[in-house]
């Protein structure tokens, strides 16, 4: 019985064309140190001056170095490809930059008036410009959760259903309503707030407590969870209505047990957009809340705290106690906001159930 001996494969691995070799290296770092340069010396022989000058003369300078040699050494194409490539690397930074720079400002002045008890004593016998170890921010984080989570237990079935009427139901009222949702979404929080406060303020309560300031919240938050909802169900293929009206369900049961589970993910992205738009509010709660110094878990009676409100608070204050207690009041409700996040996106990752 022979046996067919297979040659071994002697074939050369193909090259990577996106490693670059020492010499492109090499290359890479005299351009850098070209526009590094240029940007020096333009700013020391013009009016231009600042970070900003350098920084843009050097992005400036370094496209049109790199722009150069590739000319030079790889013809037409590569030389557009690589003004191409600087051009987005320049817009990549300058959107990504004020998003670093709110972080790093926010936690360099904002770790400064975090203390221990900042979050196991309120203001009720502390005023702002006390020692910023005294007092805390008990009141305003109770108060922002129990109102953000009152103004989300209205508006994300709202806007959710609603979602659902323009995408899947279509009636007659479709095009009105999508109107009034994306004439909503451009309204200002002031107005939201004017409007609880001649609606329900003036009218009836005549007291300023949470249920007031969740209100005018939910109204904000609505379209945004609306708008976004509406869009992750249009990205649901057809091909899954299909099936389940094939297979003899109704279109409310292919609605719940198949579009919606397939569009869980995006619908708490939804959400977590809502919470965003609405967790930075100030002039409703200004309006409507009292802005109590108190912790109050009662949203409906007496004024209640919130971080936005302790934050206009300690700003307006003026002083140097106060204004590190509203840094600190920042960097907590940016905490908050980014494990919200993070915990929306855990739950959204997780494998859809039966």
Do not use: C
């Not at 290359?27 to 900003?52: D, P, R």
């Not at 191409?84 to 998003?99: D, L, M, N, S, W």
């Not at 009041?329 to 990752?349: D, E, K, W």
């Amino acid at each position: 019985m022979s046996q067919t001996i297979v040659p071994a494969n002697t074939t050369p691995k193909p090259a990577k064309p996106w490693a670059a070799s020492s010499k492109d290296r090499i290359e890479l770092a005299l351009q850098f140190i070209a526009a590094i340069a240029i940007s020096y010396l333009i700013v020391a022989v013009t009016a231009m001056k600042g970070k900003l000058a350098y920084v843009t003369i050097f992005f400036l300078a370094f496209i049109v170095i790199d722009f150069a040699v590739n000319y030079i050494r790889r013809g037409a194409p590569a030389a557009k490809d690589a003004l191409f490539r600087g051009f987005v690397t320049g817009a990549v930074f300058v959107a990504v930059t004020p998003i670093v720079s709110i972080l790093l400002t926010v936690v360099v002045r904002g770790y400064k008036g975090i203390h221990p008890n900042i979050f196991f004593k309120d203001m009720h016998s502390t005023t702002l410009n006390d020692a910023v170890t005294q007092g805390g921010l008990l009141h305003a984080v109770i108060g922002t959760v129990l109102m953000v989570a009152f103004a989300m237990a209205i508006s994300v079935p709202i806007g959710i259903l609603t979602a659902i009427y323009l995408t899947e139901i279509k009636g007659r009222f479709a095009r009105p309503i999508k109107f009034l949702v994306q004439a909503m979404s451009g309204v200002p929080s002031i107005v939201a707030g004017l409007f609880i406060l001649a609606a329900i303020v003036y009218p009836f309560t005549k007291n300023y407590n949470g249920i007031e300031g969740s209100l005018a919240l939910a109204i904000l938050m609505i379209p945004t969870v609306a708008r976004t909802s509406e869009e992750v169900l249009l990205l649901i293929p057809g091909d899954l209505r299909e099936a389940g009206v094939a297979l003899g369900g109704t279109q409310w049961r292919t609605v719940m047990m198949v579009v919606v589970p397939a569009a869980k993910s995006g619908l708490i992205t939804a959400m977590i957009l809502g919470v965003a738009r609405i967790a930075g509010e100030t002039a409703p709660l200004v309006l409507l809340t009292g802005g109590g110094d108190t912790t109050n878990y009662n949203m409906f009676k007496g004024p209640m705290g919130s971080l936005p409100y302790y934050i206009w608070k300690g700003f307006n204050n003026g002083t140097d106690q106060s204004v590190t207690r509203a840094w600190a009041g920042i960097f907590v409700l940016l905490v908050m906001v980014l494990v919200l996040f993070g915990a929306a996106r855990y739950l959204g990752n997780r494998k859809v159930g039966k």
